[in-house]
């Protein structure tokens, strides 16, 4: 079990690495257009280059920009050339639904040997035929599932199970953090990994009556 940083900053990235408590990355095109990210693919080759050099061995998820079989075959194929550790990210349909982005998953893994995380997955049975067709990783979207009105959590249980029932490799990330209970909620529900955001991550650690505490022992030393 472990936590991603769910980030596109250099400086996060740096942040939490030194303090060795997370164990990858993922970006999406929304977090890098947010955390400033220009300059079109170049932009994108640049920061990713940049974040993956600073994980290795961790994985860095990089997602692709277009949703043409040929294109999405090309860019992941491209992608994996940047360095060892990028993992590409693939949705599980497009935006209508068409159904040919798991044949481009398949065929990644499968032939051209490069590391699929499929995203935008928001139910187990999803997450299942994307481990089946071979993804490396099945990203599922707790935050945006909870704001539909049900508990992720069912869904990390079946997923889980029906993983590790079928021998599945696929390794499950909980995306889409909204609260800090979400980390420790889907790691016990089943989830392997959660990506979270850094503020959220930085709230996990600082507790109130941490603060009072350690400031009553630095008092006190003051007076001994
Ligand atoms: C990470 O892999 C996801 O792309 C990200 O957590 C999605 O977050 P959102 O639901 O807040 O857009």
């Avoid at 472990?2 to 740096?14: C, M, Q, R, Y």
């Avoid at 481009?104 to 499968?110: M, N």
């Avoid at 590790?164 to 696929?170: A, G």
């Avoid at 350690?214 to 006190?220: A, H, R, T």
């Amino acid at each position: 079990m472990s936590i991603f940083l769910d980030t596109g900053k250099i400086s996060e990235v740096e942040r939490f690495m030194e303090m060795g408590i997370i164990r990858g990355v993922t970006t999406n095109p929304t977090i890098l257009l947010k955390d400033g990210v220009t300059g079109g693919m170049a932009g994108v080759r640049k920061q990713s280059i940049q974040i993956a050099k600073m994980i290795e061995p961790y994985p860095l998820s990089v997602e692709v920009t277009n949703n043409d079989p040929r294109g999405m075959l090309d860019q992941a194929r491209e992608f994996a050339q940047w360095a060892e550790n990028i993992v590409v990210k693939i949705t599980i349909h497009g935006p209508e639904g068409e159904l040919e982005n798991l044949e481009v998953v398949h065929r990644l893994e499968t032939e051209y040997d490069v590391r699929i995380n499929v995203t935008a997955m928001m139910s187990a049975q999803q997450c299942f035929l994307a481990a089946l067709a071979g993804a490396s990783y099945v990203s599922i979207f707790g935050g945006r599932v909870n704001n539909m009105g049900y508990n992720v959590c069912d869904e990390i249980i079946k997923l889980r199970n029906v993983l590790d029932q079928f021998e599945l490799k696929s390794k499950i990330i909980v995306a889409s953090t909204r609260e800090i209970l979400n980390v420790i909620e889907w790691l016990e529900a089943g989830g392997h990994i959660v990506t979270v955001l850094p503020a959220l991550l930085e709230g996990m650690v600082v507790h109130p009556y941490s603060k009072e505490t350690v400031k009553m022992f630095l008092d006190d030393a003051a007076r001994l």
